[in-house]
């Protein structure tokens, strides 16, 4: 049904997480399984029971001390919602493990198709974990700073990129933010762990 509402929709393979646990000293486990995006609908389906998600974002920051917030379009499953850049993760192809690096270089991925910005896997840090609702397991990874600039000119060129092949982009609008307090300027639903982590990155827990 909701496929048929909005067509742009997509239900592809993703991963959920099975399970997750502290093995030791700086040691978290997590355990996976894979699903279709279509598994989530059922969050909204009364006495129906979902996996948790699991996630990649990343925290992006400005060489003048901002951090960026980005809006989802409208043609998106949660569309206007202000959250960071990232997305849901992807079971590995062919044999290949989903292990941090793994979890790192799809991180990567996320920041090149939404913001155009093209830095390897390498240049991501694991930075925190986060449990949000329904359960949702979000890996956070910091990226090095950029320019509002460039940062900027990446942005438009993805979703310009996006239209020349037909695709509505993901995002529809990138805020730029220095404190926990300017989220509140932000019209709109906002994801869950947006404001403890913006809170976290700048020192205010």
């Keep these: 049904m909701a496929v048929r509402a909005n067509p742009a929709l997509l239900d592809g393979p993703v991963v959920a997480c099975g399970g997750?646990?502290?093995?030791?000293?700086?040691?978290?486990r997590l355990s996976w399984v894979r699903v279709t995006y279509r598994h989530y609908a059922l969050r909204r389906v009364p006495g129906a029971?979902?996996?948790?998600?699991?996630?990649?974002?990343?925290?992006?920051?400005?060489?003048?001390?901002?951090?960026?917030?980005?809006?989802?379009?409208?043609?998106?499953a949660a569309p206007g919602r202000w959250q960071l850049p990232g997305g849901s993760v992807e079971p590995p192809q062919g044999g290949e493990v989903l292990d941090e690096p793994a979890l790192a270089?799809?991180?990567?991925r996320e920041r090149s198709e939404e913001l155009?910005?093209?830095?390897?896997?390498?240049?991501?840090?694991?930075?925190?974990?986060?449990?949000g609702e329904n359960g949702?397991?979000?890996?956070?990874?910091?990226?090095?700073?950029?320019?509002?600039?460039?940062l900027r000119a990446e942005f438009a060129a993805?979703?310009?990129?996006?239209?020349?092949?037909?695709?509505?982009?993901e995002l529809e609008k990138m805020a730029l933010v220095?404190?926990?307090?300017?989220?509140?300027?932000?019209?709109?639903?906002?994801?869950?762990?947006?404001?403890?982590?913006?809170?976290?990155y700048f020192g205010c827990l």
């Design 20 to 28: 997750l646990e502290r093995t030791g000293p700086g040691i978290l």
């Design 49 to 76: 029971t979902a996996l948790p998600s699991l996630f990649v974002n990343i925290v992006q920051p400005t060489t003048d001390g901002r951090v960026l917030a980005v809006r989802m379009s409208p043609s998106t």
């Design 105 to 108: 270089g799809q991180a990567a």
């Design 116 to 131: 155009g910005i093209g830095a390897g896997a390498e240049h991501l840090k694991l930075w925190v974990v986060t449990r």
């Design 136 to 150: 949702s397991v979000g890996l956070t990874y910091l990226a090095p700073a950029l320019s509002e600039a460039a």
């Design 158 to 169: 993805a979703a310009e990129a996006d239209r020349r092949q037909g695709r509505a982009p």
């Design 178 to 200: 220095r404190s926990p307090g300017e989220l509140a300027a932000l019209v709109g639903p906002h994801a869950d762990y947006l404001r403890p982590i913006v809170r976290r």
